[in-house]
Nanobody, 126 residues
């Protein structure tokens, strides 16, 4: 059984920064892809950033150059560093993981991912 627990959300002003963490426990050794997704009321869940176990990363155009996804393998933790935050970055952020994607890059489609955390809220005010 794998458990993903997000933390680090909060309220910041536009232009500020937040660092989200996702602590993974259980049998995580076979997860090839992990990612961060965000959900805003009335909108579909959006894949913000993904990272493969090889280190390859993928970002949505809306966050490219502002967000950085990384992994601390020693601590089994997925990280999302968010800089230059904008009000449109507001939403519930979830981390997710999936096994079996050996080749290529990790997709941003949420239907691919089978393990999910409970989410952490990020609110950016103007």
């Amino acid at each position: 059984q794998v458990q993903l627990v997000e933390s680090g959300g909060g309220s910041v002003q536009s232009g500020g920064s937040l660092r989200l963490s996702c602590a993974a426990s259980g049998d995580t050794s076979s997860f090839n892809c992990m990612g961060w997704f965000r959900q805003t009321p009335g909108k579909e869940r959006e894949g913000v950033a993904t990272i493969h176990s090889r280190g390859d990363t993928v970002y949505s155009d809306s966050v490219k150059g502002r967000f950085t996804i990384s992994k601390d393998n020693a601590k089994n933790t997925l990280i999302l560093q968010m800089n230059s935050l904008k009000p449109e970055d507001t939403g519930a952020y979830y981390c997710a993981a999936v096994r079996g994607i050996v080749y290529g890059i990790c997709p941003r489609g949420d239907w691919v991912y089978g393990a999910w955390g409970q989410g952490t809220q990020v609110t950016v005010s103007s």
